[in-house]
């Protein structure tokens, strides 16, 4: 008999700040926040042998899950110096480390599995910024920081690849940010900006998948941002603003196919605009920015091992990822802010996005994108005021890659064989709308409510790519024709208020409702697994209900 199963998560939470004023240049502030979250979510799923196939089961995974984070902070401020410290302590905690999966009474002798959870883990991050002033005209800042994440909690069984009792995953990352700011005359502002991140993973590497002796990837990386920007103003209410900026990124490179596939990805930009007051109640002001990002030479095959699962013969240099594929990107931005009144008031934002991708015959070829943007402010009186905002955006991507033919009766070589080539252009486009009242009461009390209207649409346009190849494309794997439109529709209403008991005590309470429909065919009405039917409901509706306290008396 078949049963209905409807996955939920509750999630509790618990915030505690206090804070406190020494001397007038000493602030002490101290937060504790903590979360429960229990539930079920989709996991994944696991099969069962029969004969020489495979039945596949849904699997769902236990949620209990704790999060504590507790932070202290201290600041000291002078007229010329200004300061803060402070130390971040996060912890996770999943008592249930293991769950047996039982494929039921599937064939004369059904598997079970024990797999493992989500482990806990903890990160602490000590910091130190702030800011000194050299001069009336010219200021310097930084900000330095140290974090340390670690995943050290033992297996539930040791594995039997390399002996090991847990992962000893650390990961240590160095921070530092550097800021100059000056005047160098009236009319020339100039400044300049460093930012450095070092991630280092010292995570063992040792072998945990007997097939072809895999090792877990580590992810230590580098990357250096510099920037230098100036304002010049030519008359009161126009400027022109010029900037050069230079990224690199440097990345332990893997044999993983997601992973680096490039040691050193750099990119230089330029960034020209103005700013003009076009009327007494009129500003407007343009944008135009050039990015050209290179790297290195590419692995070989792209991270892909020769004659191992998931490969094809020989090692191929076609997949062009586009977080390290060459690009050329034209960016232009226009806003403009209209002051119909002393009430009422409008901007508008308009953004364009052009890209092109090179380097490899695969991968990312070009992308655009376009957003625009109307919001509307109108002040009713010293106590209220409404608001209200249009927006729509188009993005578009298209690519080109390959695939094996897959041969469930031969697993093992079932990607040594045929290629198939295709390309694809996947776009996304939306429409948001939303309404919102603030102000306050006679009696204190602060009141806010917003209606928010929003649709999106996902499409997925392909087709087989005629490529010279010394293989002959089996016709058999091309896209029969496109994939279905995706539609996400969400309707949200959100309402707060805040009522103070006296100058330091009151109540807030906040109410959220959300409306949701869509056809996610990636989710709805899968039946690959023996007894299971997955599916989505077309129709949600959520609500979210908060009731907190505050003390302002430290």
Request: aromatic content about 12%; cysteine-free.
């Amino acid at each position: 008999a078949s049963r209905s199963l409807e996955l939920s998560q509750e999630r509790k939470n618990f915030i505690l700040e206090m804070s406190k004023r020494y001397n007038q240049v000493f602030d002490f502030s101290l937060n504790f926040r903590q979360e429960d979250k229990k539930g079920d979510r989709s996991w994944g799923s696991t099969y069962a042998r029969t004969g020489a196939g495979r039945v596949h089961f849904f699997v769902a995974e236990p949620i209990d899950y704790k999060t504590q984070e507790l932070e202290a902070t201290v600041d000291y401020t002078t007229e010329q110096l200004q300061l803060r410290g402070g130390y971040l302590l996060s912890m996770f905690d999943n008592p249930i480390e293991r769950v047996q999966l039982d494929a039921g009474s599937t064939g004369s002798s059904p598997d079970q599995f024990t797999t493992s959870t989500t482990p806990d883990n903890h990160s602490q991050n000590l910091y130190l910024s702030g800011g000194y002033n050299l001069s009336e005209l010219t200021r310097g800042s930084f900000k330095f920081s140290y974090q340390q994440d670690q995943q050290n909690e033992s297996f539930y069984q040791t594995n039997p690849n390399n002996a090991r009792a847990d992962l000893g995953g650390t990961v240590d990352t160095l921070r530092f940010n550097l800021g100059l700011s000056s005047r160098v005359s009236p009319k020339l502002r100039v400044k300049a900006k460093l930012n450095y991140v070092d991630r280092d993973d010292n995570t063992p590497k040792d072998i945990y998948l007997s097939t072809n002796g895999r090792y877990n990837q580590r992810i230590s990386r580098t990357q250096l941002d510099l920037l230098l920007d100036s304002t010049y103003r030519l008359k009161p209410g126009t400027a022109l603003t010029a900037a050069v900026g230079y990224q690199e990124v440097e990345r332990d490179t893997t044999d993983a196919p997601d992973m680096a596939r490039r040691k050193t990805v750099d990119e230089y930009g330029l960034h020209l605009g103005a700013r003009k007051q076009l009327s007494e109640t009129l500003n407007g002001s343009v944008k135009y920015s050039y990015l050209d990002r290179s790297g290195s030479s590419w692995q070989d095959g792209s991270g892909i091992a020769v004659d191992t699962l998931l490969s094809g013969p020989q090692p191929f240099n076609y997949v062009n990822s586009i977080q390290f594929a060459d690009r050329e990107r034209h960016q232009f931005k226009l806003m403009l802010d209209w002051y119909a009144s002393e009430q009422l008031s409008f901007q508008l934002i308009a953004k364009a996005r052009d890209d092109s991708y090179s380097g490899l015959p695969l991968g990312a070829r070009d992308g655009r994108s376009l957003l625009s943007s109307l919001d509307a402010s109108y002040q009713i009186n010293d106590e209220w005021r409404f608001n209200a905002w249009v927006s729509a955006d188009r993005q578009e991507l298209d690519s080109a890659t390959h695939s094996w033919e897959f041969n469930p009766a031969d697993f093992a070589n079932s990607y040594a064989t045929s290629q198939q080539y295709w390309s694809g252009e996947a776009t996304d486009s939306g429409a948001a709308l939303g309404l919102g009242i603030e102000g306050e009461t006679d009696d204190e009390l602060k009141l806010k409510a917003s209606l928010e209207y929003s649709d999106d649409e996902s499409r997925f346009d392909m087709a087989s790519l005629p490529v010279e190849t010394a293989q002959a494309l089996d016709p058999q794997y091309a896209p029969a024709s496109s994939l279905s439109t995706i539609n996400y529709e969400q309707l949200r209403f959100r309402m707060s208020g805040e009522y103070p008991l006296d100058e330091q005590r009151g109540v807030r309470v906040d109410y959220q409702y959300d409306r949701i429909e869509n056809n996610d065919w990636s989710w709805n009405n899968h039946t690959d697994y023996v007894g299971t039917l997955i599916s989505q409901a077309a129709d949600e509706s959520n609500h979210f209900i908060g009731i907190s306290f505050y003390y302002r008396g430290w």
